[in-house]
């Protein structure tokens, strides 16, 4: 079936979201963090918060999880608004290090569940 866009739209922002296979809909623009010091809380913060930016896609490998929560938390954006997208470090392959992999981010990210969990 895969990703179509669709006139739905997230939150109530107005933003176009592509309808995925499985029925969820995630934000067609996203906030990308980076790693080696590409990372600005005040951008993230201002992002969520007057951009309405609803979709931070992030990894392990770029050492700012922790630093999303912060931004996340002060930035009021309820987590039910937000998708987050985060990726799986090749050295956390297989089947129990991936679960733990996916719960030490949740836990980094301060948040209950992702909207993605990609490998690289």
Not at 66 to 84: F, T
Request: hydrophobic share 35%; glycine share 12%; with cysteine.
């Amino acid at each position: 079936m895969g990703a179509r866009l669709s006139m739905a739209t997230w939150a109530p922002l107005g933003f176009p979201t592509l309808r995925l296979g499985n029925g969820l809909h995630i934000p067609v623009l996203g906030l990308g963090t980076s790693h080696q010091g590409g990372y600005s809380h005040d951008a993230v913060v201002y992002a969520l918060q007057k951009c309405g930016i609803r979709h931070i896609d992030t990894a392990k490998r770029y050492g700012c999880e922790l630093l999303l929560q912060k931004a996340i938390k002060e930035s009021d954006v309820k987590r039910e608004d937000l998708w987050i997208t985060t990726k799986l470090w090749h050295s956390d392959y297989g089947y129990e290090n991936t679960k733990q992999a996916c719960l030490d981010s949740c836990k980094r990210l301060g948040v209950q569940y992702l909207g993605c969990f990609d490998g690289l």
